[in-house]
């Protein structure tokens, strides 16, 4: 089973590291046109001469978004793709205990970005009656998620955009879905390790364990194995799939870490 990619032109938030970078270098192997915005000047440096096309921006800025995503989408003559990526782990703890400033920025770059990112994708995509959308959610998007309520908020809303979004824009021939991703090994994963052991009172060790528990497979999950359900998505082979929230989680029972 071949999954044609070549030829697409997508556009990845946050992709200079982690699951956005895995997704790009993939889409870039398979024949893709990609662009890539992030906040992370030095990550989008070591991209030069990958034949992934970088440039600065937070997706928390709206100038930012519309000047990154104007330029990408008329250097590529259109758009096929988008990952809407971005997005931060949001404060630790008892909601009680929480600053609601830290919950606005967590909604504002796990959520209102992706309605910043699409706004300009939408009339590029239903120009030529065809594209896949595709945004990151989380598994917290399907549980609770004691000691995390911003991100466990932000990432159902994702689910609820993602769905309301399919509905919009299905007679387009847009489709939109959701990735659920588990656990994923890497510097992000060791510092909501560390958040939830600042929390509770448990070691970073004792969090860990807790984590891979959490899924019947007891593992965690590597970002490219979430690059590779996106890529499918956006190949052929996704073209009906739509609406969806789509877990790669080794299943997961519960997110209360113990």
């Excluded at 590597?222 to 969806?244: M, R, V, W, Y």
Aim: with cysteine.
């Amino acid at each position: 089973m071949h999954v044609d990619l070549n030829g697409l032109r997508v556009i990845v938030t946050a992709g200079a590291a982690g699951i956005g970078l895995a997704a790009a270098e993939i889409f870039v192997a398979g024949g893709a046109n990609v662009w890539v915005c992030d906040v992370d000047r030095q990550a989008l440096a070591r991209l030069n001469g990958s034949g992934i096309r970088t440039a600065p921006a937070n997706v928390g800025d709206t100038a930012e978004v519309d000047a990154f995503m104007t330029e990408a989408i008329e250097a590529m003559g259109g758009l096929d793709v988008l990952v809407n990526n971005a997005g931060v782990a949001g404060p630790g703890g008892p909601l009680e205990s929480i600053d609601p400033t830290d919950v606005t920025r967590t909604l504002d770059i796990d959520v209102t970005s992706m309605f910043r990112t699409t706004r300009h994708a939408i009339p590029a995509m239903k120009a030529q009656s065809h594209g896949s959308i595709v945004n990151i959610s989380s598994t917290a998007g399907q549980f609770g998620f004691p000691n995390r309520s911003a991100y466990a908020a932000a990432k159902w809303a994702v689910i609820g955009l993602t769905k309301t979004m399919a509905m919009e824009l299905g007679e387009f021939g847009i489709r939109c879905n959701a990735i659920c991703p588990g656990s994923i090994d890497g510097p992000r994963m060791e510092r909501v390790v560390e958040l939830e052991a600042t929390a509770t009172g448990r070691s970073p060790d004792q969090v860990r364990a807790g984590f891979e528990r959490q899924a019947s497979m007891r593992t965690f999950i590597d970002a490219n194995e979430i690059a590779q359900t996106i890529c499918f998505l956006a190949s052929p082979l996704g073209s009906k799939i739509s609406g969806q929230a789509i877990a790669v989680d080794g299943n997961t029972e519960t997110l209360r870490n113990n």
